[in-house]
């Protein structure tokens, strides 16, 4: 499924047909196994809107691009967030972290794993800080350093990608921990494949 927030997006991509489409608001009413919020959302009142309702359903939740934005400016869902249930997992590059966290670019990349950590426990979920050498971390402050991936997945796009693998394994039912650490190796790994068979 896809949840789009434009009311004039089409019902149907006739080059994906595959992909159900489905007006965002009323994905959240569809029998879901797990979530991913945040790519293309943007910032408006009604993206704000559905992120708050998309943290209080009871399903396992991948946070990125835009959902972290409006996190990171919204001490309300801030609080949704920390009180949730259900998984949670983040998946801010070193910018995202940044504003999450209130600090410089410079001073998550100085230390990434402080960092990771940092943003496991204010936010009380588990984080994959993307950049060479993803951190991931859990909740409980245990963390690892892929060694996959390459500098051609530096673009526009490839973090969307992971957040939909990180969502298909929590919907297999993957623990979080789990569902990210493998994520994050095999969206490098299908990086290093692209890169060996097409160039970065």
Not at 100 to 118: F, I
Not at 140 to 158: E, F, H, L, Q, R
Not at 164 to 176: F, N, R, T, Y
């Amino acid at each position: 499924y896809l949840g789009l927030l434009d009311p004039d997006a089409p019902s149907v991509d006739f080059c994906h047909p595959e992909i159900m489409i489905r007006r965002a608001d009323a994905l959240l009413q569809t029998d879901l196994q797990a979530l991913a919020c945040g790519p293309g959302l943007g910032r408006s009142g009604e993206a704000i809107r559905l992120l708050d309702q998309a943290l209080k359903c009871p399903l396992p939740v991948v946070l990125d691009a835009d959902a972290l934005n409006i996190l990171a400016t919204d001490g309300r869902l801030e609080g949704n967030l920390y009180n949730r249930v259900a998984p949670v997992i983040l998946t801010p590059h070193p910018a995202e972290a940044a504003r999450l966290l209130g600090c410089s670019t410079r001073e998550v990349q100085s230390n990434r794993v402080r960092a990771a950590r940092e943003l496991a426990e204010r936010y009380h979920c588990d984080i994959a800080l993307k950049g060479c050498g993803t951190v991931v971390v859990t909740v409980d402050g245990d963390w690892w350093v892929n060694s996959t991936g390459n500098p051609g997945m530096a673009t526009a796009g490839t973090g969307d990608v992971l957040s939909g693998i990180i969502a298909a394994l929590l919907a297999q039912k993957l623990p979080p921990g789990q569902a990210a650490r493998i994520g994050v190796r095999v969206h490098g790994l299908a990086g290093d494949a692209a890169a060996k068979a097409l160039g970065e």
